[in-house]
């Protein structure tokens, strides 16, 4: 995935940032909920959903057990076993 405009953009992170942001949206939950249930800003969140930002491993951890995911949901586009 490229994306244009942000050259110091690690693809890890546009990568995870696009996973949360599909998931999130699936699961209907706004912006401003889950940042705040991970400990973030709104404004954080949406950067790491841009993939200009990082999450901690304990952001991940807690967006996904906010979300209902397996950890893997976030890291990967391959499940787990």
Do not use: N, Y
Not at 11 to 38: K, M, N, Y
């Amino acid at each position: 995935m490229t994306v244009h405009g942000f050259p110091d953009s690690d693809p890890e992170q546009v990568a995870l940032g696009a996973r949360l942001r599909r998931w999130r949206s699936e699961r209907a939950t706004d912006v401003e909920t889950l940042a705040e249930a991970i400990g973030m800003t709104a404004a954080d969140l949406r950067l790491v959903e841009a993939g200009r930002a990082r999450m901690t491993s304990a952001q991940v951890s807690a967006a996904t057990r906010v979300l209902g995911l397996p950890i893997w949901a976030l890291t990967s586009d391959t499940a787990a076993h």
